[in-house]
């Protein structure tokens, strides 16, 4: 397969035309407007948090020489529109994930989260010291993007179901919102997957056009409002263990930026990494705790729902492996995590094991 296809086979064309109103980049005094377009409605906890910061820091950062415009999805462009927004030119920079992007190319969805994949500290490992960010670049690159990892929201949340899950045939025909190689290996298992934007998620179930929806974890969910639809809440996923959000800035203006602003972007979006996951994780268990007190029942999905899972996600992990780069990003990824795993499983996996077991 020709790498190369991806980009002329995208549907570039008829976003470009949907973008073409976007204004061109403003320079004064050696100043210079770039307009970041995201996947993320105004205000979505967390995720919007984190375009924001990258936004307000390299602005900061600069003393304005580089002043990034916010624009959430809709206010230019869709949602699933910013990808090729970003790549045409027509907006200089997106932040959102890249998972969304799969149709473009599928090894975007090592640079978010694949299903039974790394956890967020995995993924921090494997991106900058085990060559994920070198293979980011290199992907990026060929739809003349240079992207960095730019938030993670940890672990995330099997979901919320209209119905308990109490085996694999329970998703035969189910309706569920479930983006990337997630929502393919769910398909896997007869469930009729959607791909909705998070801004639109909260309608969809609610008025019956999805049965079921994973989001991102408990304080996302909960300000999203979905223990107002459905009570049952599976809080393990197998889909995302440690989701990357990135920042993508168009490769031209990449080019045109000096040294100095390109640290700046590189060592925000690490920034943004970093603060994001400590923020999901800080609010997580309170919000948590609330979901359950306002009546939601937290459960687990049994052991055949699993492996049905499992099965499922290496089939999906395997189609692409005909292309060359999808392979290097497939196992450069696969054998860091598990030379990850065996140290953490074995040092703070054990900790924590022990300190709850006589802490109680």
């Given at each position: ?87 045409s030119g027509q907006a200089d920079m997106y932040h959102g994930a890249d998972y969304y992007f799969v149709g473009q190319h599928p090894g975007f969805a090592f ?34 993007l240079k992207s960095f990892l730019a938030g993670n929201t940890g672990a995330q949340a099997g979901g919320w179901f209209k119905n308990e899950i109490n085996g ?11 983006p990337g190689l997630g929502g393919q290996a769910l398909g896997r298992l007869g469930a009729s997957v959607q791909n909705i934007p998070g801004a639109e998620v ?159």
């Open positions: 397969m020709d790498r190369r296809s991806f980009l002329k086979n995208s549907a570039m064309g008829g976003t470009a035309a949907a973008a073409a109103t976007l204004a061109a980049p403003a320079y004064a005094q050696g100043r210079r407007t770039l307009t970041l377009v995201t996947t993320w409605g105004r205000g979505l906890a967390g995720v919007h948090d984190s375009a924001q910061y990258c936004a307000d820091m390299i602005t900061q950062a600069t003393d304005g020489a580089l002043t990034i415009d916010l624009k959430a999805a809709g206010e230019l462009v869709g949602a699933f529109e910013v990808f090729d927004a970003v790549s640079f978010t989260a694949v299903p039974f994949g790394m956890t967020a500290q995995e993924l921090q490992n494997w991106y900058y010291w085990m060559g994920g960010k070198e293979l980011h670049h290199e992907l990026g690159e060929i739809f003349n694999p045939e329970d998703f035969n025909g189910l309706k569920f919102r479930m909260y309608q969809a179930l609610s008025s019956g056009a999805i049965d079921g929806t994973e989001w991102i974890g408990p304080w996302a969910d909960e300000k999203a409002g979905f223990q107002e639809i459905t009570q049952i809440y599976y809080t393990s996923g197998f889909h995302e263990p440690g989701a990357g959000l990135s920042l993508a800035t168009n490769l031209d203006v990449w080019n045109e930026l000096s040294d100095a602003h390109k640290a700046v972007i590189e060592n925000v979006s690490a920034a943004a990494h970093s603060i994001n996951l400590s923020q999901f994780m800080a609010e997580n268990g309170s919000a948590l705790e609330r979901l359950q007190s306002s009546g939601v029942t937290v459960r687990e999905f049994p052991d055949s729902v699993w492996d049905a899972f499992g099965e499922a996600a290496q089939e999906v992990l395997a189609e692409n492996m005909d292309d060359e780069l999808y392979a290097r990003i497939h196992d450069s990824a696969m054998d860091s995590m598990r030379k990850s795993s065996g140290w953490i499983a074995r040092s703070s996996g054990v900790y924590t094991a022990q300190r709850d077991r006589v802490l109680g």
